[in-house]
């Protein structure tokens, strides 16, 4: 039985073994013209087996690049692109700079919300400044109750605010968030919603309406 973990290793897997033995045997080609004109062969059966990536711009760079891969940069031909060199794909990514997750004070609201905050504070009064501000503090409300099941009122969410930018953003007490005071547990909306009568309290309102229907008869 001839298994894959007998054969030689895959260079580039999405291309298959097939297109991996046609790149060996094109080493194999001792006539260069021949082996330029096998080469561009190849690059059609690449290509054809992802369609949908040829309006790409770079596909076909891409596809001869892919080509030096598979052939571990020993194919001696004539590419219409650069050659590439191994230490290309050898380098490492650059580490991407992180910020640390210390620094966001308040985490339930995120970061983006600490941002907000943070550009609102640097706006002059006037009126763009208020509705930016209302905004961010309606959005931390419901982001607050998404996270906590107790109700939150608004001075809690001033306080945060005024805690975020440092005293920059002060919002008075008189001010009131669309978002009304509710949670997950006992809250005034829920107090002030209607409550569902019983199956037979509802019947019995019917029952009278059909009573009064035939004394009136």
Known sequence: MDYNTQRNKLALPEYGRHVQRMVEYLRTIPDKKTRN?????????????????????????????????????NLDIDSPYPRPEPITFEEKPRRVP???????????????????????AELPEGEKRRYSIMAVANHMKKAYLAWNKESVSDDMIYKDIERLTKGRVIISDNTRLSVGNYGNGSSSNAQNRPKRLPPQQQQQPQQQQQRRRITNK
């Open 37 to 73: 004109e096998q080469a561009h062969a190849v690059i059609g059966v690449m290509g054809s087996l992802f369609p949908y990536l040829r309006d790409i711009n770079d596909f076909k760079h891409k596809l001869w690049d892919h080509l030096f891969i598979i052939a571990d940069f």
């Open 98 to 120: 992180y910020t640390s997750p210390d620094t966001i004070k308040l985490k339930h609201y995120g970061r983006g919300v600490q941002d907000m905050l943070g550009a609102i």
